[in-house]
């Protein structure tokens, strides 16, 4: 308070009216004095006003300067993520490895506080497929140390109750999905490096408890595993496809015919496709003892998934034979050891208890071999029928028809009107 400082100029202003000083005298006093409080004022004022500072709301309550600028001013999308360009600015055929190293490099020795890590790392996470290390373990390692280090781990207990960081937790947890769905198992070094940036008890460390739980477990899980990477040649991947499809071990395949690529007299470029079948002898069996009035199809495409992958294999079936056509023979004890097709077993049963297996059978019709080709027409599985009457000569009496999809890309859809169920299926048949 600045009222003590103004006593002594109050006192001196009485003993002046008490010694009889002049009214102009008088007046000259008092105008300084006021002067003086005046300019302490604003001086006091101004020292205030250096302390204050703008509140959030206010700073809400005024657009923004980018608001304002008009929309033929505005920046484009990838303006905000510029993490983005670092991707695309690398040319599509220079897209590896090593370039994807050299990006990561570029973000760690740009900034050392490692700000705008999350949408960097995001970014990258979208562009492994383009580069081909999505299933590369030294880049996802390298990817986790983009995150700065020992900042997001929590020093109490409170912080860890409530999710400490939780954007930057959730993008390491993103980070080990994607490893979990392209089928990398992360090693020590991933572990360290979720210690060392979230903490032991984070959820990004307990997501890699999880995966290290059941990786193991079904490693090995199936019996007939998949290659991580398919062959590029077609004729390999159908012989692939062909084994996998067929249920006898001693099915023999054939190659009808290479891929192939000709130049006719005029100039013109023909493309032969491969051509790969397999059939097993219990098939040819039952083709030689199939009646020769009743014709066979050749159904297709169907597909089949190999991961990513997806291929499309024919069959060559016949419908089931009506029941008063059919002729039992007898089981053969010799052909199943394991599990017999037929028991004579005199053993002494109860009331209770049921002599026969409850199996539903279901009659579909028997197959008699199956194929591969990168043509859907009526041609090239010809040349396919062909092949197979070689080691089949029924074939020359039985009529052959034709039951293919117009497209493999075609959907069923349900139609609108009640009067139609469903679309018709497209159906071509033609006799050889």
């Not at 006192?11 to 003086?36: E, I, M, P």
């Not at 705008?116 to 030294?138: N, S």
């Not at 006898?248 to 007299?265: A, G, K, N, R």
């Amino acid at each position: 308070m600045r009222c003590t400082s103004s006593l002594p100029k109050l006192l001196s202003l009485s003993v002046a009216v008490r010694s009889g000083w002049s009214a102009s005298q008088y007046n000259g006093l008092v105008q300084s004095h006021f002067s003086s409080q005046t300019s302490v004022f604003y001086q006091g004022q101004q020292q205030v006003s250096r302390h204050l500072h703008h509140s959030p709301v206010f700073n809400k309550s005024h657009p923004h300067p980018t608001e304002l600028t008009s929309k033929g001013d505005k920046k484009p999308d990838h303006f905000l993520f510029p993490h983005h360009d670092l991707f695309e600015k690398v040319d599509k055929e220079a897209r590896t490895k090593a370039t994807f190293n050299k990006v990561l490099e570029v973000f760690i020795k740009g900034d050392v506080r490692r700000r705008g890590h999350i949408e960097f790392i995001y970014a990258a996470l979208r562009k492994m497929p383009e580069f081909g290390v999505e299933r590369d373990l030294t880049i996802y390692n390298k990817l986790l140390d983009v995150f700065p280090k020992e900042v997001f781990v929590p020093r109490n207990f409170i912080q860890r109750m409530f999710n400490h960081y939780p954007r930057q937790q959730e993008c390491g947890v993103q980070v080990l999905e994607q490893m979990e769905n392209n089928g990398v198992t992360p090693n020590t070094e991933t572990k360290l490096l979720l210690i060392q940036i979230f903490g032991k008890k984070s959820h990004p460390v307990k997501k890699y408890q999880r995966i290290m739980y059941w990786f193991p477990k079904f490693k090995h899980a199936n019996p007939f595993p998949i290659p991580t990477q398919l062959s590029v040649d077609p004729v390999d991947v159908a012989r692939f496809s062909l084994t996998r499809i067929a249920n006898d071990l001693d099915s023999e395949i054939t190659v009808y015919q290479f891929p192939s690529t000709d130049v006719t007299e005029s100039g013109e470029e023909v493309t032969h496709p491969h051509i790969v079948g397999i059939q097993s002898p219990s098939q040819k069996e039952l083709l030689a003892k199939h009646n020769p009035s009743r014709p066979v199809f050749v159904e297709g495409p169907f597909p089949l998934w190999l991961k990513k992958t997806c291929v499309y294999y024919y069959i060559l079936r016949a419908d089931p034979v009506p029941p008063d056509q059919k002729v039992e023979e007898p089981y053969d004890p010799q052909r199943s050891l394991g599990y017999p097709l037929q028991l004579d077993l005199n053993l002494e049963l109860d009331f209770g208890e049921y002599v026969d297996f409850d199996v539903e059978d279901l009659d579909e019709g028997p197959v008699f071999a199956m194929c591969m080709t990168s043509q859907n027409d009526e041609a090239t599985l010809n040349q396919w029928i062909s092949g197979l009457q070689k080691n089949n000569p029924i074939l020359n009496r039985v009529p052959t028809l034709f039951r293919l999809d117009a497209s493999t890309n075609t959907q069923q859809w349900i139609a609108d009107t009640p009067s139609e169920n469903h679309r018709p299926h497209t159906e071509k048949e033609e006799t050889t």
